[in-house]
C-alpha cells in the first residue's frame, strides 16, 4: 500500500501562481507512474499531469504551457507548479500513483487539496 498526501492547495488571483505538493510514504518503491487529477464541482475528475518514472512528463492541453510537474524520489515527493492560473482552473486536485502490486496496477489516490482561483 501507499499513502498520499496533498497539500499547498489556497486561494489566488486569476493570473497568480501556486505550487502543490504530494508526500507518498509506504511501498514507495513500488511506484510507477505519478499524476495529479483535478475535479471541479459539478464536473468528473480530470487528467491533468503525468510524469513517469522515468521522468516523461505529459499535460492535458488545458494545462500545457502553464503548469509543470516533477518528482523528487530521494524525497518521496511529487509536485504540481501552476503558473498563470485561470479562474477555470478551481478545482480540488488529486495526487495519483499507479502501484505496481501482484503483477498488476492499482491506482492510488490522496484525499484532495481544494484550488480556488479568484477572478
Known amino acids: 500500500q501507499v499513502q498520499l498526501v496533498e497539500t499547498g492547495g489556497e486561494t489566488v488571483p486569476s493570473g497568480g501562481s501556486l505550487r502543490l505538493s504530494c508526500a507518498a510514504s509506504g511501498r514507495v518503491s513500488s511506484i510507477k507512474a505519478m499524476g495529479w487529477y483535478r475535479q471541479a464541482p459539478g464536473n468528473q475528475r480530470e487528467w491533468v499531469a503525468t510524469?513517469?518514472?522515468?521522468?516523461?512528463?505529459n499535460y492535458a492541453d488545458s494545462v500545457d504551457g502553464r503548469f509543470s510537474i516533477s518528482r523528487d524520489k530521494v524525497k518521496n515527493m511529487m509536485y504540481l507548479q501552476m503558473n498563470n492560473l485561470k479562474p477555470e482552473d478551481t478545482a480540488v486536485y488529486y495526487c495519483?500513483?499507479?502501484?505496481?502490486?501482484?503483477?498488476?496496477?492499482?491506482?492510488?489516490w490522496g484525499q484532495g487539496t481544494q484550488v480556488t482561483v479568484s477572478s
Open positions: 495519483n500513483a499507479a502501484v505496481s502490486i501482484d503483477g498488476g496496477t492499482v491506482p492510488h
Open positions: 510524469i513517469t518514472a522515468s521522468g516523461y512528463t
